[in-house]
Structures are given as C-alpha cells and as structure tokens.
C-alpha cells in the first residue's frame, strides 16, 4: 500500500472518530443531563426519591400500563391486518400491490393534527361501541404505524419466494392459514420484529393525538406531571427512552441470532463407493 493511501486511510479513520464522538456527545449529553437534574436535590446532593416516585405515583403508574397495554395491542392488530392481506397481495392480487403500498404510506402526508380532525367524528362511534377507554387508540394508532410496518414486512416479503413456497405448500396439502402462518411467517421473522419495534417505540413516544382526543398515555401524564413535578417527569421520560433502548437492543441481538442460525449451514459428507470384496 502505497504512502498515499495509507494517509488517505488515516484520514478517513481521524473522520469517523470524529463523526462518531460527536454523535455520542449529541446523545449522551442530553442523557446525562436529565439523570443528574433527576437525582439533584434542590438543596445540594443527590436522592433517588424521583425515581422510586415513578411507581408510587398512581396517574404515572396507570399510564405506563395503559401505554404498553396500547403497544401490545397496536402490534396485534397492525400484525393481523398487514400480513395476510400483503401475503394474500402478493400471491393472488399483485396488481393491487401499488394501490396497497399508496393507503399504507398515506398517514405519512398527513399532520397529526389533520388525523385528530379527521378521527374526532370516527371516534364519537368508537366511544359508542367500545367505550370511552384509552385502549381505544389503538386504531389510530395503528393507522400511525402503517407507513414504517409496511415498509418493514415488504422488504421481508422481498426477500423470500413467496410464490414457490406457497406453491410447494398447496401442493402437499397445506391450506392457506397454514401457509402465511407456518410457512411465510417464519421465514420473516426479521421483518417483523423490525415493525413490531417501530410500532412499539411509535406508541411509547406519541403524545399529540392523545393529547387533542383527550385520552391519557405515558407522554400525557409526563406532560402533566411536568408542570408540577419537573423532576419526576424527567426520570420517567428518561425511563422510557431507557426501556426503548433496550428493546432496540434485544432486537438487534434476537436478528443476530436469527441470521446466523439461516446462515450456518450444514454439508452431509458425500456417500462413499463401496468396493467391491
């Protein structure tokens, strides 16, 4: 390697570093901050006090089971409308695969506050027929979530023969709920914890379309929570970015798994002639 190269290399390494460090410290300060200003006693020193607040405080306590409860059912529901009508598109009706791909994308073009006002007469129904619950965010917020799930399962979907394995299948005998659920589902896997994920953190996350239909999740009562309480509205809103962290990280480490059990592949030695005796 030449001298040349061997700066232009050193270069390019200095650069990353540097990338690198400076998007830690874009992430990290912040981060720290809100720690320290969690555990900081007015008066000097350090308590957990805000902390252990974050599961004696009742409304707080109501509303992270109300928000997991809410991306429990979000992924359920996103999971039982997308994949069989992608899979059902894909096998049967693929000229529809453009009109699909337009309504799950549209919520992108849309402001939230455009979805409220729209959602508001939609939900007066909702209220009538399911009640006035929280859960009941569900379905918007599962029309959020359609534009990163889709692009998610159809980059799954992608990258497998969906036609010759639904084929092969059918042809042993296998009817269709069999295939999509012991056939197409496990092959991708990836996919679909990569938008379970997303919905997750998604519904976690969300505070303007249950703050204007009046309903209370994690970052509504956060919010409340921060105008008379500021320290253990920030403990809590760290707390989630925390449990959303570590999802991130079991799913990249439950993908790991999973491509390196698809690559491992395993060779039958060659059978050998038998001499004669």
């Known amino acids: 390697m030449s001298t040349a190269r061997i700066r232009a290399h050193r270069r390019l390494q200095a650069f990353r570093i540097a990338v690198f460090v400076l998007l830690g410290l874009f992430f990290v300060v912040p981060l720290g901050s809100m720690a320290a200003y969690s555990i900081r006693v007015p008066g000097g020193g350090r308590t957990l006090e805000f902390w252990k607040q974050l599961g004696q405080d009742p409304d707080l306590r109501g509303a992270i089971v109300t928000s997991l409860e809410l991306a429990f059912l979000t992924v359920a529901l996103m999971l039982v409308l997308l994949v069989p009508t992608m899979i059902w598109v894909r096998l049967r009706v693929l000229w529809m695969s453009r009109v699909v791909e337009f309504l799950c994308l549209l919520p992108l073009t849309i402001p939230a506050i455009v979805l409220v006002v ?50 092969a299948a059918r042809s042993l005998g296998a009817n269709w709920f069999t ?14 914890l990569s938008a379970a994920f997303i919905s997750v953190a998604l519904v976690l996350g969300e505070f303007t379309l249950a703050s204007l239909l009046n309903y209370n999740n994690l970052q509504v009562v956060i919010n409340l929570l921060g105008k008379s309480d500021s320290q253990t509205s920030v403990a809590a809103s760290l707390a989630s970015l925390i449990f959303a962290f570590v999802l991130l990280v079991m799913l990249s480490f439950v993908g790991r798994r999973r491509s390196a059990r698809r690559a491992t592949i395993v060779i039958a030695p060659a059978p050998q002639p038998m001499k004669e005796g």
Do not use: C, Q
């Open 179 to 192: 295939v999509i659920t012991r056939i197409v589902v496990p092959n991708i896997g990836s996919a679909l």
């Open 118 to 167: 729209g959602l508001k007469g939609v939900y007066a129904w909702v209220t009538y027929f399911f009640g006035d619950s929280s859960l009941t965010l569900t379905f918007a917020y599962v029309v959020l979530v359609l534009p990163y799930a889709y692009r998610s399962i159809d980059a799954g979907l992608a990258s497998i023969d969906v036609i010759t394995l639904s084929e």
